[in-house]
């Protein structure tokens, strides 16, 4: 049984940073997709970063380019994505996306990702 396991939200100010940390068990990501997407109230849901496991290869949203960085921990089971120069625009839900299928490419695309954490809240203020 796959399970993922976001932490690291938090309320910050503008400006600030936080590391959101995706624990996960049951799942061998050396060769597939994992990815974070948001979501804020009353919007849609929106992926952020991806990055294949295999490759290292990554991808962002134009939105946090340059901002925001996606990386893993083979050796700790871990998916991270560091968050700089936060924005009010930045607060939503955040989540990690695991993939069981091999992909060449990975794309920002929430139909691609069979696996779902339950989420962590970041919430930037002004």
């Known amino acids: 049984q796959v399970q993922l396991v976001e932490s690291g939200g938090g309320s910050v100010q503008a400006g600030g940073s936080l590391r959101l940390s995706c624990a996960t068990f049951g799942y061998t990501y050396s060769r597939y997709c994992m990815a974070w997407f948001r979501q804020a109230p009353g919007k849609e849901r929106e992926g952020v970063a991806v990055i294949h496991t295999g490759g290292g290869s990554t991808n962002y949203a134009d939105s946090v380019k340059g901002r925001f960085t996606i990386s893993q921990d083979n050796a700790n089971n871990t998916l991270y994505l560091q968050i700089n120069s936060l924005k009010p625009e930045d607060t939503a839900m955040y989540y990690c996306?695991?993939?069981?299928?091999?992909?060449?490419?990975?794309?920002?695309?929430?139909?691609?990702?069979?696996?779902w954490g339950q989420g962590t809240q970041v919430t930037v203020s002004t």
């Open positions: 996306a695991a993939d069981s299928r091999f992909k060449r490419l990975c794309r920002l695309t929430g139909a691609d990702f069979n696996y």
